[in-house]
Every structure is written in structure tokens, then in C-alpha cells.
């Protein structure tokens, strides 16, 4: 019996899928468990990872064609919505007071969306499940991080209790808790609900060993999302899209309401309200434009605003962009929970559970603006997207055996 030669592989084909591999790799493996030891760690890996994933979708054209992805994408109106937001925040530029800081904020708010836009464009139509599984791979790993770095302070090492006290280990709670839904998407889709489930327990003890609980409260908000959107995920959908829409448009209502509660202890919630309230009440037409952005950060540094203000996305919305531009985050958030919900049904819960952890966590006052925050949503969406491009199915060919064909 003559033997078939092996099919012949190319090896330029092969470079480009070791390529693509590695990118991921980086995205899924090295960014959440490298947040937890390195401050610059999401910053400076994230567009290695996209740079390698565009390279090898250069070379092989596995990505969907750029007519169809950018009719999508510019069709949309979560997208219609961003770009008005984006060019809201550049034009802010025009009356901001702290021209510098914020034109460089801007460059990298703009530079990192640019980033994330390519690499929505070299994402490859088909992913391959091998790389998908990566992910679940990375949060399982970044979990045991937090929990070793978390034990090695209890027993006593001061270079982990300094990372315990730190900034750094919040940062990488809060990216673990961002990373774990697409992960738990991925699984359930998969059918790997045990899988998924236990992976979620580890990532909720890992958000409550920071005293900060921001990223506790953001998991356990996502989670129960992720619950009900298992149950009803059209009508939650709708839930978490309007909820988020309306918190946006009508925060500025919130410390006028709280006003006969008092002014509250200083440092409490009730102060900040009320001068929340007394910066609207000082200049009411600021709430048409805003400050321009980065002005929350710079008047605190400047002493025009006190540090006992609100450290919430819902404030800095309205100080920074005024009306305009918390009706363009308002429409562009709702919209893309809603496009979300409209697309494979398996991984539904877990992105209502992403956007909710993010939202959550973002009005308790992780820092919104801050390169690491916006790079942790572009790199938590390139996962998301990944993982609705890993959802088809071959259909294998029937075998039919002599003799075994029903008769009719």
C-alpha cells in the first residue's frame, strides 16, 4: 500500500498563526498578570500584542474584508456616538485651562482608540478555539497571582505587602475583574458551565482581598447581571442599557436632591454632593460644555476644586464635557449594550456583566480617564470580539457504511 505524502504546510502561513498566537497570548496571559507586578505593564504590552495580531493578519488576510468590517462599524450607532464624543473631547481643547496635560491626554485617549479600531480590523473572521482558550488560561492565572501576592503579605514579605498597600494591586483586581466575563463567556459557550462558574468564585475571593472594594463591588454587580442575563437576557439587556443611560443624563440631579440631607461630615458622601452642587451653582453654563478635559485632575492640583469632590465617571462626565458630552457616553453606551445583546446569544450574560463591572466600577471612582483604564476597555472589547468570531460551528460530513443504509 502506497502512503499519502503529508500534506505540505506554508511556512509563511505558519509564521503568521505563531504571530497571531503570541499577540494573543499577550492579550489573554501577560496583561492580567503582569497588572498585578508592573504599574506600565497594560500600557506597554497592550500594543505589542496588536501590532503582532495586524502583522500577521497582513500576512495571511484571515481577517474579515475591510469593506464589510468598516460598513459595520461606521453603520453603527454606538460607533456614530463614540466618534461625536471623541471629537467632543478634542474640541474641548478650545476652552480647557490646562491646555498641556489635557492635549496629551487627548493624543493618548485618541492614539489608543486608533489601536483598538485595528486591531477590530485584523481579528481574524474564524478564531481559532486554541487561542480563545487562553483567556480563562490567564484570569485563572492572574486570580492565583493576586491570592499568592495577598498570602506572601500576610506571612510578612514587605515587597508584597507594598504592592498590597499600593495602587498597583488594586489596578490589577480591578483589570482581573474586566478580564474574567470574557472568559466566562467563552467557557459557557463552550458548554464548560462547571468550568465557568468555578473560575468566577476564584476572581470574587481574588476582588475581596484589596481594601479598596471598588473592584469587589464591580464583580459582584457584574455577577448578578450575569445571572439574570442567563435567565432574561433581552429584557436585562434593556435594563442595563437604559440604567446606564439615565445614571449618565441625570446625575447632575442627584446633589440637588440630596441637599436637605445637609452637607454631611467632611469626607462623606453628603459633602461631596454639595459641592457637586456648589460648582453648578457657581457657573451653570459650564454644565452646557464643561471644563474641557482632564479638569477634574488639574483644578484639584490647582486648589479651583476641593479633593473631597466626587470621584465618580458620573462627575467628571459632567465637569469635563458638560451636556453634550454625557448625551454622546449616554448613547454610545446604551447603543453598544444593545448591539451586544443582539449578537450570539452565548455571550450575552457575560458581556452585560462586563459592561455592568465597568460602569460600577467606574462611578466608585477608578480613575476614568487614566491610560490604564481606557487601554483595560479596548483590551477587554478585542476580547469580546474574539470570542463572537470563535462562535461557529463546522458541520462534519456524514459516513455512510455499505449495508448500513435505512431502507425505505
Same mark, same amino acid.
Given at each position: 500500500m502506497v502512503q499519502q505524502p503529508a500534506p505540505r504546510t506554508d511556512p509563511i502561513l505558519s509564521a503568521a498563526g505563531m504571530l497571531r498566537r503570541i499577540g494573543f497570548f499577550i492579550l489573554m496571559i501577560g496583561v492580567p498578570t503582569l497588572a498585578f507586578v508592573s504599574r506600565r505593564a497594560l500600557v506597554a504590552l497592550t500594543p505589542i500584542a496588536i501590532?503582532?495580531?495586524?502583522?500577521?493578519?497582513?500576512i495571511d488576510g484571515a481577517n474579515k474584508p475591510l469593506r464589510e468590517s468598516r460598513r459595520v462599524l461606521l453603520s453603527a450607532t454606538p460607533a456614530i456616538a463614540t466618534l461625536v464624543l471623541l471629537g467632543w473631547i478634542a474640541l474641548s481643547l478650545i476652552w480647557t485651562p490646562f491646555f498641556d496635560p489635557a492635549a496629551s491626554r487627548v493624543v493618548s485617549i485618541l492614539a489608543t482608540t486608533a489601536l483598538g479600531i485595528a486591531a477590530y480590523f485584523a481579528i481574524p473572521a474564524r478564531m481559532r478555539s486554541a487561542n480563545l482558550y487562553l483567556v480563562p488560561i490567564g484570569v485563572?492565572? /492572574?486570580a492565583l497571582l493576586a491570592g499568592g501576592i495577598y498570602l506572601a503579605q500576610m506571612l510578612g514579605v514587605e515587597a508584597a505587602a507594598r504592592l498590597v498597600a499600593g495602587e498597583t494591586y488594586l489596578r490589577g483586581l480591578v483589570v482581573l475583574v474586566m478580564a474574567v466575563w470574557p472568559a466566562v463567556a467563552w467557557l459557557s459557550s463552550r458548554g464548560r458551565d462547571a468550568q465557568a462558574l468555578a473560575l468566577a468564585v476564584v476572581v470574587g475571593a481574588a476582588s475581596a482581598l484589596s481594601p479598596d472594594k471598588a473592584a469587589l463591588f464591580g464583580f459582584l454587580a457584574g455577577a448578578t447581571i450575569c445571572v439574570l442575563a442567563s435567565a432574561w437576557p433581552a429584557k436585562v439587556a434593556a435594563a442595563v442599557a437604559t440604567g446606564m443611560a439615565v445614571a449618565i443624563l441625570a446625575a447632575p440631579a442627584l446633589?440637588?436632591? /440630596?441637599?436637605?440631607?445637609?452637607a454631611g461630615a467632611p469626607g462623606s458622601l453628603l459633602e461631596s454632593l454639595a459641592i457637586w452642587r456648589a460648582t453648578i451653582l457657581a457657573d451653570p453654563w459650564a454644565a452646557l460644555t464643561g471644563h474641557g478635559i482632564e479638569a477634574v485632575l488639574r483644578s484639584r492640583l490647582a486648589g479651583a476644586l476641593s479633593w473631597n469632590a466626587p470621584s465618580s465617571i458620573?462627575?467628571?462626565?459632567w465637569y469635563e464635557l458638560g451636556v453634550i458630552g454625557a448625551a454622546a457616553a449616554a448613547t454610545a453606551l446604551a447603543g453598544a449594550v444593545r448591539a451586544s445583546a443582539r449578537r450570539h446569544a452565548a455571550l450575552v450574560p457575560g458581556?452585560?456583566?462586563?459592561?455592568?463591572s465597568a460602569f460600577v466600577m467606574a462611578a466608585l471612582g477608578v480613575a476614568t480617564t487614566q491610560m490604564w483604564w481606557v487601554t483595560t476597555l479596548v483590551v477587554v472589547a478585542l476580547i469580546f470580539i474574539a470570542g463572537a468570531r470563535g462562535q461557529f460551528r463546522t458541520k462534519r460530513p456524514r459516513i455512510m457504511l455499505p449495508g448500513l443504509a435505512r431502507r425505505e
Open positions: 501590532a503582532l495580531i495586524i502583522i500577521a493578519a497582513l485563572a492565572a /492572574a446633589p440637588f436632591l /440630596a441637599t436637605p440631607l445637609g458620573l462627575f467628571e462626565i458581556e452585560m456583566a462586563g459592561f455592568t
